[in-house]
């Protein structure tokens, strides 16, 4: 590699950091901006919120429905009820948030599984990308407050020996229904990307079909897998969090939203703080997929660029 070629990279490797301290300071200053924001709704907006006709556009500016955003952090101090052994509201959150993230992580892995296999099929074969991407595009517009409770009643049936199905597999197959779809999108845009001109080359070789997915089209796909895997994994926690309060399972995040926002009335504080642990929780397994992204980093230059 020449001198000319080698400055870039230099320069690239030595402005990470500075790179990475602007987007934690965007994230901060997003943050702050939208508190802001509310606090300046809740000082100018009228109590009854923003009419039009007998529609209300926006939302009433009452202690009740838009606490202030200071008294919501320092709920999460509080102890969740007023008995003297009770959590804190924030470690009560954060114990239903690892019960979701867990679910949501097996939730995720089948769908990588599922999207990755179909993928592949598509692929290899133009028909089968014919037949099966309108249909896994189309499996999307299903509700999920409507499909939650029959794939708990399925499972509920499914007796093989000693084998009990749970809730919480009921929950992990909703979170893999939702995850499963940005993964198989992004795969097959990745692994059709190589240039003809570099399949051809391994096609004049007579290299094999395994061999040139291994060693062309697999690594040509990270740049497109690795967003599909952080939009998955995001889909697999709001898959959880939405068959959690379908299924009616205990334990999780979902289950203390509802919980919470029946006592939102009394104390609606409170009501914020599963709020907050599930954009946390969001935004952890979308983050998490940033460490298989710097194991990938040698065959993220596109997506770097970007």
């Given amino acids: 590699m020449t001198a000319e070629n080698l400055a870039p990279a230099i320069r690239r490797r030595r402005g990470a950091p500075a790179r990475e301290l602007a987007r934690w300071g965007y994230g901060l ?8 924001a509310w606090e300046l709704y809740k000082f100018l907006g009228p109590a009854d919120g923003v009419m039009i006709g007998d529609a209300r556009v926006l939302p009433r500016a009452t202690d009740l429905a838009m606490p202030h955003t200071w008294d919501m952090v320092a709920r999460l101090f509080d102890p969740v009820t007023r008995s003297a052994t009770a959590n804190p509201l924030w470690l ?3 114990l239903a948030a690892l019960t979701t993230l867990g679910i949501a992580a097996v939730g995720w892995l089948v769908g990588i599984v599922v999207g990755f296999a179909l993928a592949l099929v598509m692929q290899r ?12 595009i189309l499996s999307q517009t299903v509700p999920l407050i409507a499909f939650a409770p029959v794939v708990r009643s399925w499972g509920s049936r499914i007796e093989i020996g000693s084998f009990e199905w749970q809730d919480w597999m009921s929950v992990a197959v909703i979170a893999s229904y939702l995850s499963f779809f940005p993964i198989a999108v992004g795969a097959l845009k990745g692994l059709q990307s190589p240039d003809t001109i570099h399949t051809e080359l391994l096609r004049t070789y007579a290299v094999g079909w395994w061999t040139t997915l291994l060693k062309l089209r697999v690594p040509a796909s990270v740049p497109y897998l690795l967003p599909a895997l952080r939009l998955g994994a995001a ?16 334990g999780g995040i979902g289950r203390i939203l509802i919980q919470y926002a029946g006592q939102a009335s009394g104390d609606p504080s409170k009501a914020w703080g599963p709020i907050f642990g599930s954009i946390v929780l969001g935004l952890a397994a979308a983050g998490s997929v940033a460490i298989l992204g710097a194991i990938l980093r040698n065959y993220r230059r596109v997506e770097i660029h970007a």
């Fill in 29 to 36: 200053a997003g943050i702050l901006v939208l508190a802001a």
């Fill in 92 to 94: 009560e959150v954060a």
């Fill in 125 to 136: 074969w133009r028909l089968a990308e014919w037949g099966l991407l309108p249909w896994i």
């Fill in 235 to 250: 889909n697999a926690v709001i898959g959880a969090v939405v068959a959690e309060v379908s299924t009616g399972m205990q």
